[in-house]
């Protein structure tokens, strides 16, 4: 039982290249999320989804496409990476019949 | 909308002794839970204690308890007979249960000293 996986784990990108994270939940959760973590602002909701096929936006959206294509899968998709999206990316899953939410590891993306 | 704030970006306490962080949120929901995650240097996010808002009673986990005063929306975590491993970077973070997203304080650095 892996719980919440990312990969990758570091990248760097030039400014503009295109990227996609990927997010892998096996505990059958309904709700993922994908946050950015930058020094001093904690972590900030990019967006969410409550189910497969469906996607929200959260907080900071500008500059991230999101999919849900099967249900344990969360994708996040840079299309013109920027300096300003430098940060670490957590992804997260939760039952809807319970509120507490499942961390994945990080991700530390670097855009020069 | 939904806010949560912490005061102390930087704690620190000695071994053994009790430290108290802050946090304060607002909220026009009725249905809502608060939590202190802790993110210690391996980045990864560990739940450290959970509150019901519905419930009255403050909750305790061995070491940690919170006192989840609700009219003031105040929500501060106690660390009894602190740890070296207890150093970590602690978010306080509150769920809707309307809008099922969490959103978290800046968070406080707490360095426990030998």
């Known amino acids: 039982n892996a719980g919440v996986t990312q990969t990758p784990k570091f990248r760097v990108l030039k400014t503009g290249q295109s990227m996609t994270l990927l997010c892998a939940q096996d505990m059958n959760h309904e709700y993922m999320y994908w946050y950015r973590q930058d020094p001093g602002m904690g972590l900030r909701l990019i967006h969410y989804s409550v189910g497969e096929g469906t996607t929200a936006k959260g907080e900071v959206p500008d500059g991230y496409n999101v999919s849900r294509l099967k249900k344990q899968n969360f994708l996040l998709g840079l299309e013109s990476a920027a300096p300003s999206q430098t940060s670490v990316y957590f992804c997260?899953?939760?039952?809807?019949?319970?509120?507490?939410?499942?961390f994945g590891p990080g991700t530390r993306l670097t855009v020069l | 909308a939904q806010t949560v704030t912490q005061s102390q970006p930087e704690m620190s306490v000695q071994e053994a002794e009790t430290v108290t962080l802050s946090c304060t949120y607002d909220t026009s929901e009725n249905n809502y839970y608060l939590f202190w995650y802790k993110q210690p240097p391996s980045r990864q996010m560990i739940l450290v204690i959970r509150?019901?808002?519905?419930?009255?009673q403050n909750a305790t986990e061995n070491r940690f308890s919170v006192n989840f005063q609700k009219a003031a929306k105040s929500f501060s975590l106690k660390i009894s007979d602190s740890q070296l491993g207890d150093t970590a970077m602690y978010f306080c973070a509150l769920y809707g249960g309307a809008t099922n997203k969490l959103i978290f304080g800046t968070g406080t650095l707490l360095a426990v000293q030998p």
């Open positions: 997260a899953s939760q039952s809807a019949g319970y509120n507490e939410q499942f």
């Open positions: 509150q019901e808002a519905y419930k009255q």
